[in-house]
C-alpha cells in the first residue's frame, strides 16, 4: 500500500505529518482504504485557538475523516488528536486537513460541493453514499470561505431584480455585479422590500456606494426610492428588456380578451395559436409563423392594433439623441393613449411616468442591460428547480452563492475535479 501514501504525500502533503500503515479493510460487502496520519517524530502541535506550537499535554481517542475517493473506493484517514498545553489552557489541536469538529476532511468537502454544482445534492449524496447534509456543511465550507475571501472593489454597476423561490409569495431580492470584467451575484435579501434593499446598501458600505455609476432594475417603486436615497450619484437605469417585457404583456393581454369576444362569434380561429407568433422577435419567426401572422395582419383587430404599435416604438431604441427621443416618447404615447387599447394605454401611462429614468438607458450608451440580470435570474430560478425547492432561506442563500457567486475556493496542492 505504499503507492497510496505516495500518492497522497505528492498531492495532499501536510508539514508536521506523515501517513503511515495504508491498508484496506472489508465492512460488510464493501471495501475501504484506511490511511493513518501520525505526527513526525519531536514536532509539536499548534493550538487550535491561537495557533501557537506547544508542548503534547495528552492525546485523544483515534477520530476517522472522510477524504476524497480513490478509484472509487472510499478513502478515511485516522488520528489520534493531540492535546496542547497553551497559555490560552489545554486545547485541542489544530488539524490542517480539517475544521473544527467536521469528520470530513477539507479536500472532500471541496470535492462534494463541485459536483454540488453539477447535480442536485440530493443526487450528489447518492453518488457519493453522503447525506444531504453532509452536502449541504459542504457546500457551506466552501461558500463561508469564499464569502470572507471574496473582493468587492471596483464595483461601478449593480443590476436588482427579484425571484420566487417557494410558493405563498415567497421573494428573493438578488443583486448582481454587471460590469463588463465581471458578473456575479454579490448579495442575496430575504422578501423584496424596501427595507431589504437598506439591508444590502448598509452591507455595501458608503465607500463603495459612493463609486457606483449606474444601477439597473426594474420599475418597481420601493426599489427606485431607496436608490435614489442611498445612491444619488448612480444613474438608475429601466432598461430595454424590462419595457419591453410589459409591451409583450399588453399585447398577450389584448389577444385573450378578443379571443373571447371571437368565440362567441365562432370566428376564434383567426387567433388560435397565435399566442408565441405575436410575442416573439420578427427575426426569429419561422416560415410558417411568418405566412400566419401575415394573415392575422389582415384582419382589422384589436390585437393587431397593439401589436404594430408595439413594433412601432421599436424606433425608440434607435435614436442616439436624448432630444429626440423624448419627442418621439411623447408623440408615441399620445397616440397610444388615443388608440382606445386599455392594456397598451396601461404602458403609455407606465412610459410616462417613467420618463426620465427610461431615457437614463440613452445617457449610459447601451453599456447596461438588465438583460443579463435576467440570465442569472433563469439560473437561479434553475438551481431552485433542479434541488426541488428550498425550505428555507438559509439553503437558497448558499445554494445560490455557490453557483452564481463566481467565489474563490480554498486552495490545495492538487485539484481533485
Known amino acids: 500500500m505504499l503507492i497510496i501514501e505516495r500518492i497522497l504525500n505528492e498531492c495532499y502533503r501536510f508539514k508536521s505529518f506523515v501517513y503511515r500503515n495504508s491498508r484496506i479493510e472489508r465492512v460488510?460487502?464493501?471495501?475501504?482504504?484506511?490511511?493513518?496520519?501520525?505526527?513526525?517524530?519531536?514536532?509539536?502541535?499548534?493550538?487550535?485557538?491561537?495557533?501557537?506550537?506547544?508542548?503534547?499535554?495528552?492525546?485523544?481517542?483515534?477520530?476517522?475523516?472522510?477524504?476524497?475517493?480513490?478509484?472509487?473506493?472510499?478513502?478515511?484517514?485516522?488520528?489520534?488528536?493531540?492535546?496542547?498545553?497553551c497559555s490560552c489552557g489545554v486545547k485541542i489541536e489544530f488539524m490542517p486537513w480539517t475544521k473544527g469538529n467536521s469528520h470530513l476532511t477539507n479536500a472532500y468537502k471541496i470535492f462534494l460541493s463541485s459536483w454540488a454544482k453539477r447535480l442536485s445534492w440530493k443526487e450528489t449524496g447518492q453518488i457519493f453514499s453522503v447525506s444531504w447534509d453532509t452536502v449541504m456543511s459542504s457546500v457551506e465550507y466552501v461558500v463561508s470561505y469564499g464569502l470572507s475571501n471574496r473582493c468587492l472593489s471596483r464595483i461601478e454597476t449593480l443590476g436588482?431584480?427579484?425571484?420566487?423561490?417557494?410558493?405563498?409569495?415567497?421573494?428573493l431580492t438578488l443583486v448582481y455585479q454587471i460590469d463588463e470584467y465581471c458578473k456575479r451575484l454579490i448579495w442575496i435579501g430575504e422578501e423584496h422590500k424596501a427595507k431589504t434593499l437598506f439591508k444590502f446598501f448598509k452591507m455595501f458600505g458608503e465607500e463603495r456606494t459612493s463609486q457606483l455609476t449606474a444601477i439597473c432594475s426594474d420599475m418597481w417603486k420601493a426599489y427606485r426610492k431607496v436608490i435614489v436615497k442611498k445612491a444619488p450619484n448612480a444613474i438608475h437605469v429601466l432598461d430595454r428588456f424590462h419595457i419591453m417585457k410589459h409591451f409583450n404583456e399588453a399585447i398577450d393581454e389584448s389577444r385573450r380578451q378578443e379571443m373571447k369576444k371571437l368565440k362567441e362569434k365562432g370566428y376564434d380561429l383567426i387567433l388560435k395559436g397565435s399566442r408565441w407568433i405575436l410575442l416573439k422577435k420578427a427575426k426569429n419567426l419561422t416560415e410558417n409563423q411568418i405566412s400566419k401572422l401575415s394573415v392575422i395582419l389582415k384582419h382589422n383587430l384589436q390585437t393587431v392594433r397593439c401589436y404594430l404599435l408595439r413594433e412601432s416604438f421599436q424606433r425608440f431604441w434607435e435614436y442616439k439623441s436624448i432630444y429626440w427621443a423624448r419627442l418621439?416618447?411623447?408623440?408615441?404615447?399620445?397616440i397610444a393613449m388615443r388608440s382606445k387599447i386599455e392594456p397598451i394605454k396601461k404602458v403609455a401611462k407606465m412610459l410616462r411616468r417613467h420618463e426620465d429614468v427610461i431615457l437614463n438607458w440613452f445617457k449610459m450608451k447601451n453599456r447596461v442591460s438588465n438583460g443579463i440580470v435576467e440570465g442569472f435570474n433563469n439560473k437561479?430560478?434553475?438551481?431552485?428547480?433542479?434541488?426541488?425547492?428550498?425550505?428555507?432561506?438559509?439553503?437558497?442563500?448558499?445554494?445560490?452563492?455557490?453557483?452564481?457567486?463566481?467565489?474563490?475556493?480554498?486552495?490545495?496542492?492538487?485539484?481533485?475535479?
Open 160 to 171: 436588482i431584480d427579484e425571484i420566487q423561490y417557494r410558493t405563498g409569495k415567497k421573494y
Open 328 to 334: 418621439f416618447l411623447k408623440r408615441w404615447t399620445t
Open 380 to 417: 437561479a430560478k434553475l438551481t431552485i428547480r433542479k434541488s426541488y425547492g428550498f425550505k428555507s432561506f438559509k439553503v437558497a442563500e448558499l445554494a445560490l452563492y455557490h453557483v452564481l457567486g463566481n467565489l474563490p475556493e480554498p486552495e490545495l496542492t492538487h485539484r481533485f475535479t
Open 28 to 85: 460488510k460487502d464493501k471495501f475501504r482504504i484506511v490511511v493513518n496520519i501520525i505526527p513526525r517524530k519531536n514536532s509539536q502541535g499548534k493550538c487550535s485557538k491561537c495557533f501557537r506550537k506547544g508542548p503534547t499535554y495528552d492525546h485523544q481517542d483515534e477520530r476517522r475523516f472522510s477524504f476524497v475517493p480513490l478509484w472509487g473506493i472510499p478513502v478515511v484517514f485516522c488520528y489520534k488528536p493531540r492535546r496542547i498545553d
